[in-house]
């Protein structure tokens, strides 16, 4: 049986948003998120945290010090 993960909703405002920006930089609006998550989230108690809810999943995924680059 497939994991499943917590797929939050995200307004509509900001899906044209980020859409829109995707399109102006030429990029996958997946890819401009994941680059925007990853800047917003690279603070030294974020990342901890990530790091022990990693530990503890089930497949035995490891985060390294690249998870945030």
Do not use: W
């Amino acid at each position: 049986m497939a994991a499943k993960y917590y797929s939050p909703q995200i307004r509509r405002d900001l899906v044209s948003l980020l859409y829109h920006e995707a399109k102006r930089q030429r990029k996958p609006m997946t890819k401009l998120v994941d680059a925007l998550l990853r800047e917003a989230l690279r603070g030294p108690e974020s990342f901890s945290v990530a790091c022990e809810r990693f530990a503890d999943a089930p497949n035995g995924t490891e985060v390294t010090a690249g998870f945030l680059s």
